[in-house]
T-cell receptor, first 114, second 113 residues
Framework: GNSVTQMEGPVTLSEEAFLTINCTYTATGYPSLFWYVQYPGEGLQLLLKATKADDKGSNKGFEATYRKETTSFHLEKGSVQVSDSAVYFCALSVGGSTLGRLYFGRGTQLTVWP | DAGVTQSPTHLIKTRGQQVTLRCSPKSGHDTVSWYQQALGQGPQFIFQYYEEEERQRGNFPDRFSGHQFPNYSSELNVNALLLGDSALYLC????????????FGQGTRLTVV
């Protein structure tokens, strides 16, 4: 089946620290991979995506590389800011009969202290 | 562009009651999906509507039903509410034909007491 396993949180960092949030997946077929971010009291916002192996998605200083050999899509940022504090969700989608459906991980709470 | 809008923002219902949540998709989108996000969990897919029909469904009981209108807006109905239905309900819109990504609304927080 299709599933996403995400690094357990919460993660607490000081401002300007390096961030890694691990994500691995299981999928039927060739998935597209996503990172979504959820700020307090809000819905989900797409942070970045990658649609094929070895693609790197990037946005707002965040990066993630689609690694087919390790079935991973780890999120990284070189220097986090207080404003990055949020919950981060890794997700995948596959085509066919489930086109458009997203499978999410449990989320990782990130707190950045000044 | 107003993006995806959901109403109401918050709702409190009593166990056994019925509830209807509403979603207006982003302009140009024709597909609406609904997700349930329990506290501390990732969103779980409920179902997806396209061309006014339920196109696919997740592992949710028949108490959960929906509808899509000709203007692409959608409703999620939950009957015989249980305490465990308390969650954030998220609507996402997209255009499957054009392969657009899903855009999410801010959600409806449902509390069942």
């Amino acid at each position: 089946g299709n599933s996403v396993t995400q690094m357990e949180g919460p993660v607490t960092l000081s401002e300007e620290a390096f961030l890694t949030i691990n994500c691995t997946y299981t999928a039927t077929g060739y998935p597209s991979l996503f990172w979504y971010v959820q700020y307090p009291g809000e819905g989900l916002q797409l942070l970045l995506k990658a649609t094929k192996a070895d693609d790197k998605g990037s946005n707002k200083g965040f990066e993630a590389t689609y690694r087919k050999e390790t079935t991973s899509f780890h999120l990284e940022k070189g220097s986090v800011q207080v404003s990055d504090s949020a919950v981060y969700f890794c997700a995948l989608s596959v085509g066919g009969s489930t086109l458009g459906r997203l499978y999410f991980g449990r989320g990782t709470q990130l707190t950045v202290w000044p | 562009d107003a993006g995806v809008t959901q109403s109401p923002t918050h709702l409190i219902k009593t166990r056994g009651q019925q509830v209807t949540l509403r979603c207006s998709p982003k302009s140009g989108h024709d597909t609406v999906s609904w997700y349930q996000q329990a506290l501390g969990q990732g969103p779980q897919f409920i179902f997806q509507y396209y061309e006014e029909e339920e196109r696919q469904r997740g592992n949710f009981p028949d108490r959960f039903s929906g509808h899509q209108f000709p203007n692409y807006s959608s409703e999620l109905n939950v009957n015989a509410l249980l305490l465990g239905d308390s969650a954030l309900y998220l609507c996402a819109s997209s255009s499957l034909d054009r392969g657009t990504e899903a855009f999410f609304g801010q959600g409806t927080r449902l509390t069942v007491v």
